[in-house]
């Protein structure tokens, strides 16, 4: 997709100075496209609303804030140690892109186009509404809901916040226009990378799944309904066989698999924009987002019970051995010691490649160890996610699901290693109640590991109310192994428990309070440049 940047003005947070001048409160864009000689052709529409794809990736290290995944020192949101700032980008970003949408949404009409055309680019400005709010209010809870530009006398500029259950009623109503009116991914054969009515499907799914878990689980809103309206998003997505998985997992992530039928939505890099992507040098090169022992630990042995309660003993020592008779994916999303990274078998470097002692091989492409020019896009939604939103949806509308139901979502995933001598066996109920095991852990297990470092994680522990137990424990690596590191003292160079795994972070130095902890601080100066609205509770 061509990508046109259209500069507009952002949010109040984003623009507004210290001496009180605001590009928030102008009326017009800050472009020289204004309502007298603009939106009057499809190329305008479309040029509109690119602005919001410039600004719909995230970073790609979201994972840290879990305890799956650490850097070089302990983030502060996993640690428990965050303090209110006085802004914040997501809040500011999200807003800059939501003024473009209502912008958009309130000149369209005017196009001398089709009410197909308008319409199908009105469902884009709406969905990249919902996505921006679903962005804050996953983050902050209940938020201002702006649906209008706004100008110097808007009272909605010092309005109080809105209740999130409120908007996430709107999102809904701005995504089932979107599904409506946005054509298939087959109808748009030449747009490739633009949202087609799959996008919308798959992330209405996430955004009903979120809130369906969430409130179930935090003892709030309409659980039913939400996780109602994620099953049949999903399976309305299943059922247009526009999608599917791709056979080759190493492959999905790097260049072979862009735009493969797995791919619903992607962050776009190219030479024509000259673009890069920093994660694929991130991950096997700088101490950004590296795996931990408890993630490592969640792939199943091969014959699909966990490390611990299966027959098969998982032996960490030599470096290496504990990917035996386990999951494919592991040495697939893991890089595996002993394996091949640049031409030589590959030990990890603990003093400047992993604190951890294990490194993620998802996404990581050796020709960007020298070369840190990689233009292998971003993957936000994937068909294995609507698989992964399908089985949980519909376990938890009743606490049960059918083997008819796993099959089509669990075990289409496991699958993809049908001719794999370590092809992990059917999930059914018949082998959860033999093996004395829970059905939702083993869907949450399957998400946890199929997608890793993808940056689902923190969003899950937050909405299952899992994080208050999860983040306050002490971050672990692999067991340390003496003859592969002859050179390294224990205790001088690195710290290790009493049973040899590197300690990467203290559990003393961990904390979560869940009366706090859920939501995030609003950024500080918003508060002071609106009196009405109320910080969270617990950051005051």
Request: proline letters at 4%; one cysteine or more.
């Amino acid at each position: 997709m061509k990508k046109e940047n259209i500069l507009y003005a952002g949010i109040l947070a984003l623009i507004l100075s210290v001496n009180g001048c605001s590009g928030f409160l102008d009326r017009e864009p800050l472009t020289s496209l204004s309502p007298s000689s603009f939106w009057n052709t499809e190329k305008d529409l479309r040029m509109a609303v690119n602005f919001c794809y410039n600004k719909m990736n995230r970073s790609w290290d979201l994972d840290i804030q879990s305890a799956d995944c650490f850097a070089n020192v302990g983030n502060h949101v996993s640690s428990g140690t965050l303090t209110p700032s006085n802004s914040d980008a997501i809040w500011s970003d999200s807003y800059a892109v939501i003024r473009i949408t209502n912008d958009f949404l309130k000149n369209y009409e005017q196009a001398q186009v089709s009410d197909a055309i308008k319409n199908r680019y009105a469902g884009e400005a709406r969905f990249f509404r919902a996505y921006n709010y679903f962005n804050l209010i996953k983050r902050f809870g209940n938020v201002p809901y702006i649906t209008e530009t706004l100008d110097l006398d808007s009272p909605e500029l010092y309005a109080p916040s809105d209740n999130k259950d409120m908007i996430l009623e709107k999102m809904v109503e701005d995504l089932e226009f979107a599904e409506k009116h946005i054509p298939l991914k087959s109808k748009l054969s030449t747009d490739v990378g633009r949202i087609n009515k799959g996008v919308v499907q798959a992330f209405m799914a996430r955004v009903c799944l979120y809130y369906g878990t969430y409130y179930k689980f935090h003892g709030q809103g309409n659980t039913a309904l939400y996780l109602q309206k994620a099953k049949e998003a999903a399976k309305r997505l299943i059922d247009s066989n526009e999608y599917g998985l791709y056979a080759d997992y190493r492959n999905l992530f790097l260049l072979p698999g862009e735009d493969s039928k797995e791919h619903i939505l992607s962050y776009r890099y190219s030479e024509e924009a000259n673009t890069y992507n920093s994660r694929i040098r991130g991950v096997i090169v700088d101490f950004k987002q590296e795996p931990t022992k408890v993630l490592a630990d969640a792939f199943l042995c091969k014959d699909g019970l966990p490390v611990g309660k299966s027959s098969y003993s998982v032996e960490y020592l030599p470096a290496g051995k504990e990917f035996e008779n386990r999951d494919p994916r592991m040495a697939l999303t893991l890089w595996k010691p002993g394996d091949s990274f640049m031409g030589s078998p590959f030990l990890p470097n603990l003093a400047n490649q992993t604190r951890t002692g294990y490194m993620f091989k998802k996404y990581g492409d050796e020709d960007s160890y020298t070369n840190m020019q990689s233009r292998i896009d971003e993957i936000l939604i994937r068909y294995a996610e609507v698989l992964l939103i399908y089985a949980e949806a519909t376990y938890e509308l009743e606490d049960k699901i059918s083997d008819a139901d796993l099959d089509i979502s669990v075990n289409a995933l496991r699958n993809r290693f049908a001719n794999h001598p370590d092809k992990l066996p059917a999930l059914t109920n018949a082998f959860v109640n033999a093996n004395g095991l829970s059905m939702r852990e083993e869907i949450r297990r399957e998400r946890r590991v199929e997608l890793a470092s993808e940056c689902l994680r923190y969003d899950d522990i937050i909405r299952w109310k899992t994080a208050e137990t999860e983040l306050p424990q002490a971050i672990l690596g692999a067991k340390f192994d003496r003859d592969a590191y002859s050179g390294m003292i224990p205790g001088k160079d690195i710290n290790l428990d009493e049973e040899g795994y590197i300690i990467v972070q203290s559990g003393s130095s961990r904390s979560f309070d869940p009366a706090k902890h859920y939501l995030f601080p609003l950024p500080l100066r918003e508060l002071s440049l609106n009196p009405e609205l109320k910080q969270n509770p617990g950051w005051q």
